[in-house]
């Protein structure tokens, strides 16, 4: 089990950040995700495999002028 958005969500071996975004039908273009305090940049999005129990906090970019 993993936690984001306030939300327990079923883990499985090998989610990616951006399966997870497909399974919780969420299209936002994050910048980035800070799991169990490891930051994860969007670049990393495909490839970085979210270990089981954690909790994902996910990051939007702030602009401003």
Known sequence: ???VKNR???WHAGIT???LLEKIH???P??????NEQYVGRSEF???RIPDGVE????SAVGGG
């Open 1 to 3: 089990m993993i936690r």
């Open 8 to 10: 327990d969500i079923a």
């Open 17 to 19: 950040i951006t399966e």
């Open 26 to 28: 969420d299209s936002f």
């Open 30 to 35: 994050y910048a980035a995700a800070l799991i």
């Open 46 to 48: 495909d490839s970085f």
């Open 56 to 59: 994902i906090i996910l990051i």
